[in-house]
């Protein structure tokens, strides 16, 4: 579904991304997890083609993001940065409406207005839909940009700490609703995640970033391991198995 | 507030808006009539529809500008826009001589400042929103620097000009609503209802720029060609009310954040007829009160500028910059 093949990204001649391949098959969820500066932002904005790479290349089913039409692309993949800040006074319905800008063009039909409805519900939103987005609490915004991207209604998902400023109830219900969607609607979907034991619990694949390249990547089992996870955070972590889960504690 | 009444305040406010809008018009050509129509008529028309022009092109431009920068302080006039144009004149009858540029078909002339501002815009343009500049002050800065050079370099050109040109450049810059070109209001007049036109049809994708660069991009849509296009557009409309009133420097950021503070919304079906409609309040219903009420016959300009300049002011220390 997504390949990435061989990709650097630098900025002032310092190196994010160096010799990035990544290949993800359809469906699935795929959590990026590593310590800050590990280059996992930058690597889903490359994949999200927000940002260009310097070398290599990004393919979403054999299409060069690079070359393929910006609309066509917005139809097949969404994302969800991590700043989220927006100057304009919008509604929570009118941001969840841009969702449905690349199949409608601001000439919303039925369809798109059936999705709205529903990502709104999804999210838990509907008795907020017509506040204006300075008036909602961090997490509620938070909400209410991933229904945005629900909304566009892609194959393939690609959110940036989607759990940022979420309590524990939003968190859970929201890492449960992105794997239903990978799991059941068999979408393609990849976290930037901090939580390794949310990874743990609920990704069928983690990668492992640090300094700008990819240092494993593959099942949780194969990765939640104390010494690997230890020299990657450069912090002591040890392994337990807890209720049937593998849980990282430190 | 449910939708549907947020909908009904917005009809409401258009339709006000829209009134004093159509009061004004009327008050400037009826109101205090000496003389007779068949010469008052004509003479207020042109007046009336070169004030109409400059609004539009000057509400237009500015929210454009503002969505494509996000942010509502800077417009293209603080950006010293204007001030390019009257270098421009400058370089032009400087460079050709004053004969020879009044011996050329006006519109001609018109045709090849228009184009040299839009590519010298495009270069300041593409130094100016590279991604190096991502800081408002920095650009603000730059923006004013910029503006005092450009006067600077014009005045230093109109000083060792020799008489003659000087009349015929001055005769050029300081056009005043008595003396608009018909010729040349009529051409104004369809070029700003042309980009005006194409402005309409890009609504859609001026909501999602709106939104920020990342979110454009990530909705598909062509991000860096369409701000590419827009810039020309705004570059366009601000040469066009300087070349028919002169330099008006705060006037778009009046209106435009009139706009913004009367319409509780963010999307430029609303927002774009909003500020123009205000700025046709203030242009022609100011003017309208300069002339025939106070029978002060002043530069309403200076009126403008005082009252945006203020506005100006209480923008940057209320730090709606972002």
Same mark, same amino acid.
Do not use: K
């Given at each position: 579904m997504i390949e990435v093949e061989g990709v650097e990204r630098r900025y002032d001649g310092l190196a994010? &991304?160096?010799?990035v391949t990544l290949s993800l098959p359809r469906g699935g969820l795929t959590a990026i997890i590593g310590p800050n500066g590990a280059g996992k932002s930058t690597l889903l904005s490359v994949m999200g083609r927000l940002q260009k790479p310097d070398a290599g290349r990004v393919t979403l089913e054999g299409m060069d993001l690079a070359q393929a039409s910006g609309r066509l692309v917005a139809r097949k993949l969404a994302l969800l940065r991590q700043d989220n800040h927006t100057a304009a006074r919008l509604t929570v319905r009118d941001l969840v409406a841009f969702g449905r800008y690349p199949h409608s063009r601001g000439n919303p039909g039925p369809e798109d207005h059936a999705q709205v409805a529903r990502a709104l519900a999804i999210l838990g939103l509907e008795p907020l839909a017509?506040?204006? &987005?300075?008036?909602?609490s961090g997490g509620q915004r938070q909400r209410a940009h991933i229904a945005m991207v629900l909304a566009q209604d892609t194959e393939c998902i690609l959110l940036d700490e989607p759990l940022n400023n979420l309590d524990i109830s939003h968190a859970v219900r929201i890492i449960t609703l992105v794997r239903e969607a990978a799991q059941a609607l068999g979408k393609t979907v990849v976290v930037v995640l901090h939580d390794i034991n949310m990874a743990a619990a609920h990704c069928d694949r983690i990668v492992v970033m640090k300094g700008g390249r990819i240092l494993r990547h593959g099942p949780p089992a194969e990765l939640m391991q104390a010494e690997f996870l230890s020299a990657v955070y450069e912090t002591p972590i040890s392994v337990h198995e807890l209720a049937g889960r593998l849980v990282a504690v430190y | 507030m449910a939708p549907e009444i947020r909908k009904r305040q917005i009809a409401r406010r258009l339709a006000l808006l829209t009134l004093l809008a159509v009061l004004a018009a009327a008050a400037f050509l009826l109101l205090n009539a000496r003389g007779s129509w068949d010469f008052l008529l004509p003479f207020r028309g042109r007046k009336l529809a070169a004030l109409a022009v400059v609004a539009v092109a000057i509400a237009l431009s500015t929210v454009v500008f503002q969505t494509v920068t996000q942010n509502r302080i800077l417009t293209p006039a603080i950006m010293g826009f204007d001030a390019l144009y009257v270098l421009i004149q400058t370089g032009l009858v400087f460079g050709l001589g004053a004969g020879r540029v009044s011996a050329l078909d006006a519109r001609l002339v018109f045709g090849l400042e228009l184009g040299a501002m839009v590519l010298f815009a495009l270069l300041l343009f593409r130094w100016m929103f590279g991604?190096?500049?991502?800081?408002l002050h920095l650009l603000m800065l730059v923006g004013i620097v910029l503006g005092t050079l450009f006067r600077s370099i014009s005045g230093f050109l109109q000083r060792i000009i020799d008489p003659d040109s000087f009349t015929v450049l001055q005769d050029r810059l300081f056009a005043s609503f008595n003396a608009v070109d018909p010729g040349l209001l009529t051409l104004s007049a369809l070029i700003v209802a042309g980009l005006a036109l194409v402005l309409w049809r890009l609504v859609p994708e001026l909501d999602v720029l709106a939104l920020g660069r990342e979110a454009a991009i990530g909705l598909g849509v062509p991000q860096e060609r369409l701000v590419l296009g827009l810039l020309v557009i705004v570059t366009m409309l601000v040469a066009l009310s300087t070349a028919l009133v002169?330099?008006?420097?705060f006037l778009g950021l009046l209106v435009a954040n009139l706009a913004y503070l009367l319409m509780p919304t963010a999307r430029h079906a609303v927002l774009l007829p909003a500020a123009a409609l205000i700025a046709l309040i203030t242009l022609i219903g100011g003017q309208t009160l300069l002339e025939r009420v106070l029978h002060y016959d002043t530069a309403l300009a200076v009126v403008v500028e005082f009252a945006g300049g203020l506005v100006f002011i209480l923008l940057v220390i209320r730090g709606v910059a972002r």
């Open positions: 994010v &991304l160096s010799e017509d506040r204006f &987005l300075d008036q909602l | 991604p190096a500049a991502r800081n002169g330099p008006v420097t």
